[in-house]
């Protein structure tokens, strides 16, 4: 049996757009012959459903694109590359525990636990409808193919985990944050930060831009400030996980993994 990671850009999500994109195509075939209506509502409607189709169009190449350097099958796995390198920095004691944040289909989770056989490794996820693909029983069997016993997952939320303050010895995170919608993303950063014990590691790696993390630089030099032993930024987008080309390509621009010792 071969684990099944699935692909971070969901089948459905592809369907969903490529449906839309050939829809909107009909349509603007349709109010283009003035078949239905004339006039200026023809002009409108025929306008509306020809931006609805180029929009769509160039979500469907986005997605197609993606999916395929992301598949864990394809030449460019993407996917590995990042897991790998993540998991690189974390390492625990024996007897330790650690968290992966958003496990997905258990893929760190899992290969952070290869990498520390003498300690255990909680992934958590909420695994909602958007990536209806990922749930508990996919991890669970990944790490029964990956002949990975020293891992669980359960059911839990980023935004307020359910964990006494300093609980493990080490912390990771991979492309999660970015996804949660209206929430503050260093405050993010600091809910996860805080179930880590003092002189664990951590590992988080996300689309760290300041759009949507705000001056990280800055942040780090908190943490440094508020007694972290080492905390250090880097950027993933040239050439470590991925070019620069790349990332804009993949719209991942902005990435970055944040490691250090708390």
Known sequence: MKPDYKNWVPNGLIAVCAAVTLLSLVFVFAF???????GTPRTILTIAFAVLFILFAKITEWCLTAHSAFSYNGKRQLSCAIIDGVAEYVSLPDGGVGLDVGCGSGALTIACAKRNPRAEFIGID????????????LCEKNAEAEGVSNVRFEKGDACRLNFADETFDAV???YVY???MGQDKQKLLLETLRVLKKGGKFAIHDIMSPARYGDMEKFVT????SGYEKVELI??????????REARRLMLGGSALLVGIK
């Open 172 to 174: 990771t995170s991979n």
């Open 235 to 244: 950027d993933t987008t040239n050439g470590k996980f991925m070019t620069r």
């Open 222 to 225: 908190e943490l440094k400030k």
């Open 126 to 137: 909420k695994w909602g409808r958007e990536y209806s693909e990922f749930n508990r029983p």
């Open 178 to 180: 970015h996804n949660i």
């Open 32 to 38: 283009g012959t003035g078949a239905i209506v004339s």
